[in-house]
């Protein structure tokens, strides 16, 4: 019995099974493996040639045949030898993607005609050709791979985006008895999501053939992409970045328009870059009103534009009512109130007003220069007070209880400790009793100066005063100790920011009381850390701090019980919208387990219900999808255990642009590309019926086989095992060494 018929034996024991191959590695030293299994045969057979002790016929056949047929196996798995076996026949199956993206829309040809009709009248007469030879299935595919026939899309959003590599890997995933022998793509060839198409062609492992629709349709101008900031102030200037294409010449002159509704915001003009390129008009916007600006750029109208759809893009920007307000209110002049002012003066959306007490009990305002008394209307349109080493009581009693008001309804407050008494100063007044100014003597290591020490929770506040985290952690090392800090301890509902080196003293430390955030600063001596001798970027870093703790204090807290707000403020046409909602009762708990349901409205017509899916922690969640092109209105209210939890709205915009209009060539050389990954051919849709008929069997698909690495498989090494150990057993019950 020879080792491949061994094998047959093993692998194939139904006389119906197909054929087996046996293959070597390609560099396997076969010469050397023979001649090595020629010397083992003879040997084997040598070591039987004895007479005595005599052996039966069978036994001297069958234990020369057992030692060599296992040596030789073990020699020979040296080469890595693979075992292939061709699968059951399916019948050459073979599998039509018809593409039904929206690109598929655009005209085939200059002079008229879509491309889904192409790819739909290809796609019969390929069918038609194959059918005799294969077993046809068409699908279409576009963002997913069609569950039925061409005309089953789930979704119109999902033909907003071509992913040929992810309907290519959906045709791999199908059960064994389902898989093609062979494929045949009718596409224009865009593909804008998903994997790559000829790495997931390679993979298939059967020939993919690729049938392109369309020609180029001449000349066409696009906005690709719009470059904004994540949110803008009314009567502030926010930089746009408009990117053009353009297919036509170079240098041709391009006007880009930005409006809002029927306003202009700003105009500009643009050189085209060339095919293939992209210009890039710069903007500035003024925002004239708060709330989400949805601005559209475009192009001006191309005579003859083969995609007027994709002249045309949108942005979405929040903007917020105006600068924020931050008022400080000190004793006098000192170097940390003008190391801080020095720092906020230089951010363009603060708004600051600075009062310094003079003698005779005046306050001097130092940004306007003017003197008078402090009064409550100075918290008007303010987000942040600031108080350095004086207490609210010491202003005035109508100011004190007017800033415990501001406070509590969600005002932000930060508290300076300055010098002696330091932070128990603060423990007087209207807020006294809920800021809990508690000192712990017992901490010894608190002995009026210590290093800051960042914890690790406040990392993403703290250390993004450096926009590399390790640069700025190495600087918060080398920072300069604050002086006159006072041994206390934070309470447990507090979040420290920065505590003393080596000491369970916090530096920096925040609590709320109400709604409103309250920083409390354990010491004086701030300044020094915008100030060293060998780090150029200190005080760049100490400005960056300070505005971005009080951006931190300034902003809202969710004040009413319900709150919503989409993922993305604006999404691209045939995009699922995702709508995110929070719930907390009236001591800001969160409340897990509610129902929360509403609606949206485009204003037209168009209203969609909206159910959310509780997340945990009071947080929900709904998914739209793919709604209609236009400026969305939601409304949400919330039941928790029968009765009313709370109402909140929000908005959010779809824009009529998607990746699929953006391109408007077809991309042969893409589709030609994956034809020659796997071994299949190319050609144009409109060829279909005689490429289909020239394209002989054996081209078209390719027998699948499943292949088995035999010097890895456990079946073979129990085999030869098997024939030692038997050799071995049957040696010794004849009485043999």
Same mark, same amino acid.
Do not use: C
């Given at each position: 019995?020879?080792?491949? %018929?061994?094998?047959?034996?093993?692998?194939?024991?139904?006389?119906?099974?197909?054929?087996?191959?046996?293959?070597?590695?390609?560099?396997?030293?076969?010469?050397?493996? =023979? =001649?090595?299994?020629?010397?083992?045969?003879?040997?084997?057979?040598?070591?039987?040639?004895?007479?005595?002790?005599?052996?039966?016929?069978?036994?001297?056949?069958?234990?020369?045949?057992?030692?060599?047929?296992?040596?030789?196996?073990?020699?020979?798995?040296?080469?890595?030898? *693979?075992?292939?076996? +061709?699968?059951?026949?399916?019948?050459?199956?073979?599998?039509?993607?018809?593409?039904?993206?929206?690109?598929?829309?655009?005209?085939?040809?200059?002079? $008229?005609?879509?491309?889904?009709?192409?790819?739909?009248?290809?796609?019969?007469?390929?069918?038609?050709?194959?059918?005799?030879?294969?077993?046809?299935? *068409?699908?279409?595919?576009?963002?997913?791979?069609?569950?039925?026939?061409?005309?089953?899309?789930?979704?119109?959003?999902?033909?907003?985006?071509?992913?040929?590599?992810?309907?290519?890997?959906?045709?791999?995933?199908?059960?064994?008895?389902?898989?093609?022998?062979?494929?045949?793509?009718?596409?224009?060839?865009?593909?804008?999501?998903?994997?790559?198409?000829?790495?997931?062609?390679?993979?298939?492992?059967?020939?993919?053939?690729?049938?392109?629709?369309?020609?180029?349709? $001449?000349?066409?101008?696009?906005?690709?992409?719009?470059?904004?900031?994540?949110?803008?102030?009314? $009567?502030?200037?926010?930089?746009?970045?408009?990117?053009?294409?353009?297919? @036509?010449?170079?240098?041709?002159?391009?006007?880009?328009?930005?409006?809002?509704?029927?306003?202009?915001?700003?105009?500009?003009?643009?050189?085209?870059?060339?095919?293939?390129?992209?210009?890039?008009?710069?903007?500035?916007?003024?925002?004239?009103?708060?709330?989400?600006?949805?601005?559209?750029? %475009? *192009?001006?109208?191309?005579?003859?534009?083969?995609?007027?759809?994709?002249?045309?893009?949108?942005?979405?920007?929040?903007?917020?009512?105006?600068?924020?307000?931050?008022?400080?209110?000190?004793?006098?002049?000192?170097?940390?109130?003008?190391?801080?002012?020095?720092?906020?003066?230089?951010?363009?959306?603060?708004?600051?007003?600075?009062?310094?007490?003079?003698?005779?009990?005046?306050?001097?305002?130092?940004?306007?220069?003017?003197?008078?008394?402090?009064?409550?209307?100075?918290?008007?349109?303010?987000?942040?007070?600031?108080?350095?080493?004086?207490?609210?009581?010491?202003?005035?009693?109508?100011?004190?209880? +007017?800033?415990?008001?501001?406070?509590?309804?969600?005002?932000?407050?930060?508290?300076?400790?300055?010098?002696?008494?330091?932070?128990?100063?603060?423990?007087?007044?209207?807020?006294?009793?809920?800021?809990?100014?508690?000192?712990?003597?017992?901490?010894?290591?608190?002995?009026?100066?210590? %290093?800051?020490?960042?914890?690790?929770?406040?990392?993403?506040?703290?250390?993004?005063?450096?926009?590399?985290?390790?640069?700025?952690?190495?600087?918060?090392?080398?920072?300069?100790?604050?002086?006159?800090?006072?041994?206390?301890?934070?309470?447990?509902?507090?979040?420290?920011?920065?505590?003393?080196?080596?000491?369970?003293?916090?530096?920096?430390?925040s609590r709320h009381v109400g709604r409103g955030p309250v920083l409390m600063v354990n010491g004086s001596g701030l300044w020094r850390w915008s100030l060293s001798g060998n780090d150029?970027?200190?005080? @760049?870093?100490?400005?960056?701090?300070?505005?971005?703790?009080?951006?931190?204090?300034?902003?809202?807290?969710?004040? @009413?019980?319900?709150?919503?707000?989409?993922?993305?403020?604006? *999404?691209?046409?045939?995009?699922?919208?995702?709508?995110?909602?929070?719930?907390?009762?009236?001591?800001?708990?969160?409340?897990?387990?509610?129902?929360?349901?509403?609606?949206?409205?485009?204003?037209?017509?168009?209203?969609?219900?909206?159910?959310?899916?509780?997340?945990?922690?009071?947080?929900?969640?709904?998914?739209?999808?793919?709604?209609?092109?236009?400026?969305?209105?939601?409304?949400?209210?919330?039941?928790?255990?029968?009765?009313?939890?709370?109402?909140?709205?929000?908005?959010?915009?779809?824009?009529?642009?998607?990746?699929? %209009?953006?391109?408007?060539?077809?991309?042969?050389?893409?589709?030609?590309?994956?034809?020659?990954?796997?071994?299949?051919?190319?050609?144009?849709?409109?060829?279909?019926?005689?490429?289909?008929?020239?394209?002989?069997?054996?081209?078209?698909?390719?027998?699948?086989?499943?292949?088995?690495?035999?010097?890895?498989?456990?079946?073979?090494?129990?085999?030869?095992?098997?024939?030692?150990?038997?050799?071995?057993?049957?040696?010794?019950?004849?009485?043999?060494?």
């Amino acid at each position: 019995m020879g080792f491949v %018929s061994l094998l047959r034996t093993l692998y194939a024991p139904s006389p119906t099974m197909p054929d087996l191959s046996l293959h070597l590695a390609p560099h396997a030293p076969w010469l050397a493996l =023979a =001649a090595i299994s020629l010397a083992l045969a003879a040997l084997g057979i040598w070591a039987y040639r004895f007479g005595f002790p005599p052996l039966t016929a069978l036994a001297r056949r069958v234990l020369p045949a057992l030692r060599v047929l296992a040596l030789l196996a073990i020699v020979w798995l040296l080469a890595q030898p *693979v075992l292939e076996q +061709a699968l059951p026949a399916s019948g050459r199956h073979v599998y039509i993607l018809e593409d039904v993206s929206s690109s598929m829309a655009l005209a085939a040809t200059p002079t $008229g005609g879509s491309r889904a009709k192409l790819a739909a009248d290809a796609a019969a007469q390929v069918a038609s050709a194959l059918r005799g030879r294969a077993r046809v299935d *068409v699908r279409g595919f576009a963002a997913t791979l069609v569950g039925g026939s061409v005309g089953d899309t789930a979704r119109a959003g999902d033909r907003e985006a071509t992913a040929l590599g992810e309907a290519l890997a959906s045709l791999a995933a199908l059960p064994a008895d389902q898989q093609p022998d062979g494929v045949v793509v009718i596409s224009d060839g865009i593909t804008d999501a998903g994997r790559d198409p000829v790495a997931a062609a390679r993979t298939l492992g059967v020939p993919v053939h690729t049938l392109v629709t369309g020609d180029a349709l $001449g000349a066409d101008r696009a906005i690709a992409e719009i470059e904004a900031s994540s949110q803008a102030r009314v $009567g502030e200037a926010t930089p746009v970045r408009v990117h053009v294409r353009s297919s @036509e010449p170079r240098g041709a002159a391009i006007d880009v328009t930005l409006r809002e509704d029927a306003r202009v915001l700003a105009t500009a003009k643009v050189a085209a870059p060339g095919p293939g390129l992209e210009a890039v008009a710069e903007m500035h916007v003024t925002p004239a009103r708060a709330g989400l600006g949805v601005w559209t750029a %475009s *192009v001006a109208p191309l005579r003859g534009d083969a995609v007027p759809r994709n002249d045309a893009r949108q942005v979405a920007v929040p903007v917020a009512p105006g600068k924020t307000g931050v008022l400080i209110i000190a004793p006098g002049l000192d170097w940390d109130l003008t190391f801080l002012r020095r720092a906020l003066q230089g951010d363009s959306g603060v708004a600051l007003d600075t009062r310094v007490r003079q003698r005779g009990g005046a306050w001097r305002a130092l940004e306007s220069g003017r003197e008078g008394a402090l009064e409550v209307s100075a918290l008007h349109g303010v987000s942040v007070v600031v108080l350095d080493g004086i207490a609210a009581p010491d202003v005035g009693a109508a100011f004190d209880a +007017a800033l415990a008001n501001f406070v509590r309804e969600g005002g932000g407050l930060m508290l300076l400790g300055a010098d002696a008494p330091g932070l128990t100063r603060y423990a007087r007044g209207a807020l006294g009793r809920e800021l809990v100014i508690e000192r712990a003597g017992a901490d010894p290591a608190a002995a009026g100066a210590l %290093s800051p020490q960042v914890e690790p929770a406040a990392a993403d506040l703290v250390l993004a005063w450096d926009d590399d985290p390790a640069r700025g952690a190495q600087a918060w090392r080398a920072a300069a100790p604050l002086q006159d800090v006072l041994a206390m301890r934070a309470s447990g509902a507090d979040r420290v920011l920065v505590r003393g080196a080596s000491s369970q003293t916090p530096l920096l430390f925040s609590r709320h009381v109400g709604r409103g955030p309250v920083l409390m600063v354990n010491g004086s001596g701030l300044w020094r850390w915008s100030l060293s001798g060998n780090d150029e970027l200190a005080a @760049e870093r100490g400005k960056r701090l300070w505005r971005h703790l009080a951006r931190w204090l300034a902003e809202p807290v969710q004040g @009413e019980p319900l709150r919503v707000q989409p993922e993305h403020w604006l *999404v691209s046409g045939g995009e699922d919208v995702k709508l995110l909602a929070t719930l907390q009762d009236d001591a800001f708990r969160p409340i897990a387990g509610a129902r929360v349901e509403g609606s949206a409205n485009d204003g037209h017509g168009h209203d969609l219900p909206l159910t959310f899916t509780a997340r945990g922690s009071g947080g929900y969640e709904a998914v739209l999808p793919s709604p209609p092109p236009g400026r969305w209105q939601v409304q949400v209210r919330a039941s928790d255990k029968g009765r009313d939890a709370g109402h909140a709205r929000s908005e959010f915009a779809v824009d009529t642009w998607s990746l699929e %209009s953006l391109r408007s060539e077809p991309d042969s050389a893409a589709l030609a590309l994956v034809a020659e990954a796997s071994g299949g051919r190319h050609a144009h849709a409109r060829d279909a019926a005689g490429w289909a008929r020239a394209l002989e069997t054996r081209e078209l698909t390719r027998s699948r086989t499943s292949s088995t690495r035999l010097w890895e498989s456990p079946w073979v090494f129990a085999v030869v095992i098997a024939m030692l150990a038997a050799e071995w057993i049957w040696r010794r019950r004849r009485g043999l060494p």
